[in-house]
C-alpha cells in the first residue's frame, strides 16, 4: 500500500476544503456532544462540538474548544454570560438534527432543527431531552490559546443523568449500549462495537479481558 | 427506564475507582493515540493517550492532556527536551499493547510491549511502525491548567503518513477504513460502523448524505 508523506509546507499549499477534512481527520475520533446554553435574554441555544474531553475525576471536569470566528461563538457568548452549559451525548436517532445545529440560524437550534429542550433546578443552561447521557456544567475557567485564538472552556460537572441500565457496578458508563456516537473529521458520524475493556496494566502480568 | 440523578456532592461520596471509571466515561468516546517520544539519552517511550483533540486545520494544530502526576509524565518531560512527539492511531491488532503501555516500565515502552519504533528525517520522536496513520509534531504551546494542574501540550503538525487508500478526493480521512479505533472511560476499545458523512449545514436546505 502506497503511503503518503506530507510535510507542513504542502498543507499550505493543499485547497482549503481539503486541507481542512485531512487536518480534522487526524486526531482520531472523537467525542462529539450537543453543548445547550441560554442567553441572558433567554433564547435557548444548542450546537454540535467534538473538541469535549475529559480533564479531571476529582474535582470532575470537562473542557471544550470553541473557535470564536464561528457561529459556535453564541454557545461562548451564552456560557461567559450566565456561567453554564450542558453537554448531551449524540445517538444514530438525531444525529441529523445534531448535525444540523451547525448551521447559522436567527431563531433557537431546538426549535430550528427539531430537537427538545429540558431543563433542571440547578441552573438554566437547557438539556436535550432526546439524549441517554446529559451533564450538567458550570464554568470554571478559560485559557485563551494565542497560537490560534481558540478558547479552551473548563467546567465543572455539577450533576449528571445517566439511565441506571447503563451503569456498571464499577462505575463504567456503557456508553456503547446508550447509544453514544462518535464522529470523524468535520461530518461523519459512526456508532460503536466493543472491542473489550482490558484490565489495569501493570509490568509482568498479562491483561484480562473485564467481561 | 430508571434515570440515575447524581450532582457534584455525590461524586465525592463515590468509592474512588467508581467515581473515575463514571466521571471518565462522561465525555464520550475519545481520540485514542499512543505518543512517540525519546529522552535526551535516547531512550524511547510510548504512552497511551486518549485526551487528544484537534485544535486547528492552519496551522495545523493538535493538543495532548497529561496529568503530570502519572506514569505519562516521561512523555511529558520528553516533550519539553526534545521539542517533539508523534501520534499513532491504533488498530485491533495491537490494542492490547497500547494499553499495556500504561504500565510503569523500566526500559522502554516499545520493548517491553512488543510494539516497533519507526523513525523519519525531520525529528527524532518515534513513529509506532505497526500504526496506519501516523503524525509528528513540533511542541508549539503549553498551558498549565491551574484547576486541576493538567498540562495542555499543543504541537504543529510538521509531516503525517497516510497510506493513500485512505483519503478520499476532498481530504477526508477514512480512519474507519484504516482501522483506527476508539475507547471508552479508561479500559474499554471499540471499533466503528459509520451511519454517513453529512453535506455542510445550512438554514432551510436538507442535508445529504455524502457517498
Known sequence: MTV????????????????????????????????????KEGITNVAIFSQVFHIGANPALMGVLVRPDTV??????????????TLNHIRPSFYKQAHQTSARYQISEFEACGLTPEFGSLHPAPYVAEAHI??????????????????LVIGKVIETFVPMDYI??????????AES??????????????LSRLSYAKPDKALEEIK
Chains 1, 2 share one sequence.
Open 134 to 151: 446529559k451533564i450538567g456544567l458550570a464554568l470554571a475557567e478559560t485559557h485563551h490559546l494565542a497560537i490560534n485564538g481558540t478558547i
Open 168 to 177: 456498571m457496578p464499577d462505575g463504567y458508563i456503557d456508553i456503547e449500549k
Open 72 to 85: 459556535r461563538r453564541h454557545s461562548l457568548e451564552n456560557i461567559e454570560t450566565t456561567g453554564y452549559f
Open 181 to 194: 456516537i462518535t464522529c470523524s473529521s468535520l461530518d461523519s458520524y459512526h456508532t460503536t462495537q466493543r
Open 4 to 39: 503518503s508523506h506530507y510535510v507542513a509546507s504542502d498543507f499550505e499549499g493543499f485547497e482549503k476544503q481539503f486541507r481542512t477534512n485531512f487536518i480534522n481527520s487526524l486526531s482520531g475520533f472523537k467525542s462529539v456532544n450537543l453543548v445547550g446554553t441560554v442567553s
